[in-house]
């Protein structure tokens, strides 16, 4: 399906509409809160000084400033965490819609919290705060990528459920926006600049009311037909959505009345150990290929490449937007040239390009134009991160699971990916000082893994239900003896 055909069809109903306004409790806070942090580093920094300062009548030293920011800097992941475990337990008993909604309320106590930090002269507050934040962006996140793929025909639904890792890094971009010195960027206005999110959640507290639940979980686990296609009529307009309803009809059948499983039952279930495999690695990939260190400490790389301080916020405004525009043209590929091939081409050339960067920086001070071409590799680095990894996640981790697995696996997901948000933010910094550019040859050799077991392992979801990608997974062997240490993968390649 083209793009023309796919806005006709988001225009039927008011799908668009309730696209971005799921997205702004989402995946868009979710990109914000990544980016806001790395504009407000030496404001952050100074503050944690001047509070020690007071506090204690010595300035702090250097390694104490350090382990207090990356603190800051991880409790994110850390709440962010906790808020992924429980989103089985809240969307199981509060549905799609009203969870998100009560998500929000609590980033209007984060909010709170981050302004008054400031004027109560306390970095523990900061940390409460993003720790708050970090919550609802794990919660909301996974909230958001169950709900927008329970929402959307199976048809689009690759370039539907893509809108999350649009909206992710329009959000990012709109978070280095915000972070310019012309507008919040400033040492007065540090801790607004960290609670921008909370504004979004206000606006979809008051807006997502007037939308349905999502039709899958209407139907497969509430068993309410006229309801479902009720939901599916006000979003995609008029119709009879036979197939789409027989569709869900027939997975409603296969799980036999069967529960939302448990995280729990999900890892020990040896029916999907290839589909957990298959979302570790590419999960892990993607929080270790570099991209999780680029968003939080942007700052921090650009200067040990040497580009002038004054134009560091200008040059991750340029990677921003990037990989926007990198992820609306993977929309316009990805139900075409497929899931597969778009992860394991961008993961090969991600590990290339993260190895010719440690060269540049190695290198940096025999030529003013070697730190530019540091820049050049990091923009060509995250433009093949946005059309490969970025985009196709979303679709892939919502395909691959039927309708009974999907909320605990969105668990483990979050697990995944705020383990590793939380390992990264905090060792991040050390890892800079004590292995600088080598620190990475560690990304380029994980992007590697990555691309090597897409190719060789994952089977294609493009234009498949649940139950035919599950079918495929299946059909994965692997083959030997006790005697005999080779081993034989089969898969369609």
């Known amino acids: 399906m083209g793009m023309d055909s796919l806005s006709r069809q988001l225009v039927r109903g008011k799908a668009l509409l309730f696209i971005i306004v799921l997205s702004l409790g989402g995946s868009f806070q979710l990109g914000c809160n990544i980016t806001l942090i790395s504009s407000a580093t030496p404001f952050i920094k100074s503050f944690i000084n001047s509070s020690w300062t007071e506090r204690y009548g010595e300035a702090p030293g250097e390694n104490t400033v350090t382990l207090i920011w990356s603190s800051i800097a991880s409790s994110y992941g850390f709440g962010a965490l906790f808020g992924s475990i ?22 209007v106590v984060a909010l709170g919290t981050m302004i008054a930090s400031r004027f109560a002269n306390s970095f523990e507050m900061i940390m409460l705060s993003r720790c708050l934040f970090g919550f609802t962006s794990g919660l909301g996140m996974s909230i958001h990528a169950l709900y927008l793929g329970d929402s959307s025909p199976k048809k689009i639904r690759g370039m539907v459920s893509l809108t999350f890792a649009l909206f992710l890094s329009s959000g990012k971009l709109f978070g280095q926006f915000m972070g310019l010195s012309e507008i919040l960027g400033q040492e007065d206005w540090w801790n607004i600049l960290l609670g921008i999110p909370a504004f979004f959640s206000i606006i979809q507290m008051v807006t997502l009311p007037f939308f349905p639940e999502a039709p899958r979980y209407l139907l497969i686990e509430k068993g309410n037909t006229e309801e479902c296609k009720k939901a599916l009529q006000f ?15 027939l997975e409603q059948a296969a799980l036999r009345g069967e529960r939302s499983k448990t995280l729990l039952e999900l890892l020990r279930d040896r029916n999907v ?49 990037s990989e926007v525009l990198t992820i609306i043209t993977c929309g316009l590929l990805i139900d075409r040239v497929g899931r597969r091939v778009l992860l394991w081409v961008g993961f090969g050339i991600m590990a290339v390009f993260m190895a010719l960067m440690t060269l540049t920086l190695e290198l940096k001070d025999y030529s003013f134009w070697i730190p ?15 059309g490969g990894p970025a985009g196709v996640f979303p679709p892939l981790s919502h395909e691959i699971f039927v309708q009974s697995y999907r909320s605990a696996a969105f668990v ?10 939380t390992v990264v933010g905090f060792i991040f910094p050390f890892l800079l000082v004590t292995l600088k550019s080598f620190s990475f040859v560690l990304f380029s050799g994980v992007c590697l893994a990555a691309s090597l077991y897409v190719f060789f392992i994952l089977p294609e979801t493009k234009g498949k239900t649940p139950l035919e990608i599950a079918e495929e997974f299946r059909k994965i062997r692997v083959c030997g003896s006790s005697t005999d240490m080779d081993l034989c993968l089969e898969t369609k390649l």
Request: charged letters at 10%.
């Open 412 to 421: 483990f997901i979050g697990i995944l990916m705020w383990g590793g948000f």
């Open 273 to 321: 150990r290839w589909q957990l495999l298959s979302m570790f690695i590419i999960q892990e990939a993607i929080q270790f290929c570099g991209i999780s260190a680029l968003s939080l400490y942007s700052f921090s790389i650009f200067q040990e490449a040497g580009i002038p301080v004054g134009q560091i916020r200008y040059v991750t405004m340029g990677l921003g937007l």
């Open 86 to 107: 429980i989103v089985r337990w809240i969307t199981n008993h509060l549905g799609r819609k009203r969870a998100m909604i009560w998500n929000n309320a609590i980033n």
């Open 372 to 386: 530019y071409s540091t820049v050049a590799l990091l923009v060509l680095f995250v433009i093949f991160y946005g």
């Open 235 to 249: 979003l995609w307009g008029p119709g009879d959505y036979k197939l789409e309803i027989e569709e869900m009809l």
